[in-house]
């Protein structure tokens, strides 16, 4: 099993040698958002790849009271606000992100676990420490349908709960509640 990994390992670090970001076209488009709320903070960094691939890496830390240890799930959600709130945390962020011909993705059940901003879960550590990094190809940091950059930004949450990626899934089982919230900005 050990072996399989490694060799899993190395397939990564292969794609990301040969995933130039810029080709030498231009300046590499990144972005990072910071990720607070109640006892949780942490980071959202992107990097658009030259082959239209986004790497996506999200570190977490927090109260394991909070960020209990386990699996979380964590989307791009369609609007860049992330007002605290006290009845729905986070509810300025609106749904995930799933813009196209099909248009928002109010409620969530409409086009789950499809959404364009729907990544992958993260693993929490008993510590209340995780990391989560994916290559993405549902998402652009560059000028088109599927930016991030669109007219209202877009905003990280993290949930309550884990994303049991089920097809017509009710909200908790796409991962409940907002722990946290970060809206998506450009990076240099």
Known sequence: MKFISYIVIACLLLLTACTSPTNGAGPQLKAQAP???????GTLKATQTENGFVWVAVELKGDPKILTPGLHGVHIHETG?????????????????????FGSSKPVEKNHPYHLGDL????INPLGQGRLEAFV???????????????DGSAVIVHKLQDQKKAGGTAD???????????????N
Request: charged share 20%; with cysteine.
């Open 81 to 101: 606000a992330c007002e605290a709130g006290t009845e729905k945390p986070f509810s300025s962020a609106g749904g995930h992100f799933d813009p196209g011909p």
């Open 35 to 41: 990720i607070i709320g109640p006892g949780i903070e």
């Open 137 to 151: 190809s549902s998402v652009s940091l560059s000028d088109s349908p599927t930016s991030l950059f669109d007219g």
């Open 173 to 187: 089982e796409a991962g409940g509640g907002r722990l946290a919230c970060g809206a998506i900005a450009k990076a």
């Open 120 to 123: 992958p879960n993260i693993k």
